[in-house]
T-cell receptor, first 115, second 112 residues
């Protein structure tokens, strides 16, 4: 089945540790995105990538880093510099053809808890 | 980008049509209306989008007023699985990437 996978579903870390969230897609989409969602809030864009080896900061990139070495993979690292890392993290992908880049396919999300 | 206004919550009886309104009175000529929904603890799901004309797909219909200042998402026969938060989002055509700006949305509860 085509889609986006994120792992793990739940992740627990101690404060001060870096943690990497996985995102893989087999939809052959060019663009990939990372969003963060806090309880009762909408999604906020962290990073996005349109092509391999290129990515851009979104609205809340501070404390996060990404890489795009392969078209199908876009891992997100939450660093110790992120002040409030506990959140629900969502990865998405879309084609870049015309307006279709707004038709984003989302993964199931990773719920990160940092204590 | 223009803002959207949606009611915070709505109820609907199972099997009836759910009509979710969205106000976007300051929409620009090149902004599309997109609808997504998010079932609890899952990733959002794309539903439908439109620019000027009404649109229909297997999930829903989108009615956009002639002046484009408001729109309505219609789920023709709501089921319990349609209970979710529904987001109305404006997306500007011609940009270089697809940033989605999610507001608070409408919590739709479908009851038996």
């Amino acid at each position: 089945d085509g889609g986006i996978t994120q792992s793990p579903k739940y992740l627990f870390r101690k404060e001060g540790q870096n943690v990497t969230l996985s995102c893989e897609q087999n939809l052959n989409h060019d663009a990939m995105y990372w969003y963060r969602q806090d309880p009762g809030q909408g999604l906020r864009l962290i990073y996005y990538s349109q092509i391999v080896n290129d990515f851009q900061k979104g609205d809340i990139a501070e404390g996060y880093s990404v890489s795009r070495e392969k078209k199908e993979s876009f891992p997100l690292t939450v660093t110790s510099a992120q002040k409030n890392p506990t959140a629900f993290y969502l990865c998405a992908s879309s084609p870049l053809a015309g307006i279709a880049y707004y038709e984003q396919y989302f993964g199931p999300g990773t719920r990160l808890t940092v204590t | 980008d223009a803002k959207t206004t949606q009611p915070p919550s709505m109820d609907c009886a199972e099997g009836r049509a759910a009509n979710l309104p969205c106000n976007h009175s300051t929409i620009s000529g090149n902004e599309y209306v997109y609808w997504y929904r998010q079932i609890h603890s899952q990733g959002p799901q794309y539903i439908i989008h439109g620019l000027k004309n009404n649109e229909t797909n297997e999930m829903a219909s989108l009615i956009i007023t002639e002046d484009r200042k408001s729109s309505t998402l219609i789920l023709p026969h709501a089921t319990l699985r349609d209970t979710a938060v529904y987001y109305c989002i404006l997306c500007r055509g011609g940009t270089s990437y697809g940033k989605l700006t999610f507001g608070q949305g409408t919590i739709l509860t479908v009851h038996p």
